[in-house]
């Protein structure tokens, strides 16, 4: 069945005519600003700090003005298929939830994991649940129905608590696992280190370690008795400095699709690729890691020479429909929303997250429509055109 997401347009106008109006908004800036009210300020901050002074968050959001998009006319796609497959799965929608650690404090019920996954199964857009998740993740997934949910692994610096993340991950019904090679120490975030804000070591997101016996084998005490021994631990943990031979131990461990999270250079995809992986993501961690200056959408081409025939699934800077289908028409197989959906969580739970990610269908359905593409394939062959130097 094609699904004509368009459709929650039609379903806004013919509510306002009997007076019900929106509820929540619809554009990037009106959504930030509910958040930034909605939000305790710690985790406002957490969630909108980067690294150094910000200027790969800035460029990554700024890359999209620079590219462009001309339509074809008089071939007016009456039904638009949006599908695309992801982790060798069919999906209806080409978008999918980046993993968000602190996702779980986004939501006004300290449950946004379990919402974002309520969310995931309303909209049939896939979720990616980060290692740092308020709710353990044998509990989160059902929540999603029949929508995929993927696992986002940070990987442990011990053997046996890495290899356990993977098998729960598994036997709990995660469709892929996402290794996260960016992050193995912390970037340096200035708005964050002012006033020492980091949510992992006050015990928040911590549910995936503080539920596993490979963890909790090393404590005196468990976590809810005596936190302190928890934090030594886990700073001990957290994460292993990553090498390729990393990649190749994982393989060994799962049968599920692995995607190796963080890649930017091309000879970074080859190498993840010659190592096992079967998804490239190319992402800059939102600007939280390295302040490269560099966009991803600039490099996300040359990964995709580089790539070859593996899918390639790309986040950093998505702002609005417009953005994703430009890194669609580049090429990407699916593009990863971030900040975003973390603010659409805010003020209003599960509610709030389904009508953003409806929002963000329908205009990227109807960008589509306007622009005269029926399928993805439709709008790779017409490509992007470079609007400045
Ligand atoms: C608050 C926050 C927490 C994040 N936590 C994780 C995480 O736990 N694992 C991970 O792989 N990426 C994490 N990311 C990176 C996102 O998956 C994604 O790459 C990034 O948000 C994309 O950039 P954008 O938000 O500017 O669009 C996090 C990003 C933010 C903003």
């Not at 790969?56 to 071939?75: D, F, H, K, L």
């Not at 919402?115 to 999603?144: I, K």
């Not at 090393?218 to 390729?244: G, M």
């Amino acid at each position: 069945m094609v699904h004509q997401f368009g459709d929650f347009q039609n379903v806004v106008y013919a509510e306002a005519l009997k007076g019900i109006a929106s509820r929540y908004p619809f554009d990037y800036p009106s959504i930030e600003e509910k958040a930034a009210k909605a939000l305790p300020d710690w985790v406002y901050r957490y969630v909108s700090s980067a690294a150094g002074d910000g200027r790969t968050q800035r460029a990554n959001v700024e890359a999209y003005s620079r590219y462009g998009i001309i339509p074809r006319m008089m071939t007016s796609p009456p039904e638009r298929d949006l599908s695309t497959v992801l982790f060798g799965k069919k999906v209806d929608v080409p978008i999918f939830m980046a993993p968000i650690g602190m996702i779980g404090l986004c939501s006004p019920d300290f449950h946004g994991d379990v919402a974002a996954a309520t969310a995931a199964g309303a909209t049939g857009v896939p979720y990616c649940l980060s290692t740092f998740s308020q709710t353990r993740m044998e509990e989160v997934v059902p929540h999603a129905g029949g929508t995929p949910v993927f696992f986002q692994l940070y990987l442990p610096n011990d053997r046996e608590l890495a290899a356990s993340f993977i098998q729960r991950a598994e036997s709990s019904g995660y469709s892929g696992i996402l290794l996260t090679v960016d992050s193995w120490t912390l970037g340096f975030r200035p708005n964050d280190l002012v006033i020492g804000n980091f949510p992992q070591f006050r015990g928040f997101c911590m549910q995936n370690y503080y539920t596993d016996e490979n963890f909790l084998k090393h404590l005196s005490k468990p976590p809810e008795e005596d936190i302190a021994p928890a934090q030594r631990h886990y700073a001990t943990v957290f994460a292993k400095p990553l090498d390729w031979e990393d990649l190749d131990w994982i393989r060994t461990q799962t049968t599920l699709p692995v995607a190796v999270k963080g890649i930017q250079h091309p000879e970074d995809a080859r190498k993840a690729i010659d190592h096992g992986a079967d998804v490239i993501y190319v992402t800059n961690h939102g600007g939280r890691q390295v302040n490269s200056g560099v966009p991803t959408l600039q490099l996300l081409p040359d990964v995709l020479k580089s790539a070859g025939t593996t899918p390639v699934v790309f986040d950093s800077g998505v702002r609005s429909a417009t953005d994703a289908l430009i890194a669609l028409a580049l090429g990407a197989t699916a593009v990863g929303l971030g900040r975003p959906y973390a603010y659409a969580l805010s003020y209003g739970g599960a509610e709030s997250l389904t009508h953003y990610l409806r929002g963000f269908l329908a205009e990227l359905d109807l960008c589509m429509a306007v622009a005269g593409f029926k399928d993805l394939e439709e709008l790779r062959e017409a490509g992007v055109v470079r609007v400045t130097g």
